[in-house]
C-alpha cells in the first residue's frame, strides 16, 4: 500500500518561504516519480511539480517557475518543496504524489495521493 504523508504546512507572511516535506515509504520512494499538487477554495486542483526518481528531471508550473524547487532525498526516502516568494492567495492545500514518470510528463493525474497539507499566507 502507497502511503505519503505531507508536513510542513503553516501560517507565514507575504514573500516568505516555507518548505513542504512529503515523507512515502521505501517501497514507494523506489518505485515513483513523485510530485506536488495544490488546490485552492473554490478552485480545481492544480499541477505545480514533479520529478523523477533520480531527481534528474523536475517539471514545473508556469506560475512557480523560479519560485518553488522541488528535490528529493532517496536515502531518507522523502521529498520537498521550498517555496519561495510566497504571494497574497486563498490558502490552497498541497497535496503529495506519487506515480510513474510519464504520468507526470503527459499532465494526467498521478495514482497515489497524501491527504494534504494546508499552507495559508497571511497579508
Known amino acids: 500500500q502507497v502511503q505519503l504523508e505531507e508536513s510542513g504546512g503553516g501560517l507565514v507572511q507575504i514573500g516568505d518561504s516555507l518548505r513542504l516535506s512529503c515523507a512515502a515509504s521505501r517501497r514507494t520512494f523506489s518505485s515513483y516519480a513523485m510530485g506536488w499538487f495544490r488546490q485552492a477554495p473554490g478552485k480545481e486542483r492544480e499541477f505545480v511539480a514533479a520529478?523523477?526518481?533520480?531527481?534528474?528531471?523536475?517539471y514545473y508550473a508556469d506560475s512557480v517557475k523560479g519560485r518553488f524547487t522541488i528535490s528529493r532525498d532517496n536515502t531518507k526516502n522523502r521529498m520537498y518543496l521550498q517555496m519561495n516568494s510566497l504571494r497574497p492567495e486563498k490558502p490552497p492545500v498541497y497535496y503529495c504524489?506519487?506515480?510513474?514518470?510519464?504520468?507526470?510528463?503527459?499532465?494526467?493525474?498521478?495514482?497515489?495521493w497524501g491527504r494534504g497539507t494546508k499552507s495559508p499566507v497571511s497579508s
Open positions: 520529478i523523477t526518481w533520480s531527481g534528474e528531471t523536475t
Open positions: 504524489t506519487a506515480a510513474r514518470e510519464e504520468i507526470y510528463a503527459r499532465g494526467s493525474n498521478p495514482n497515489h
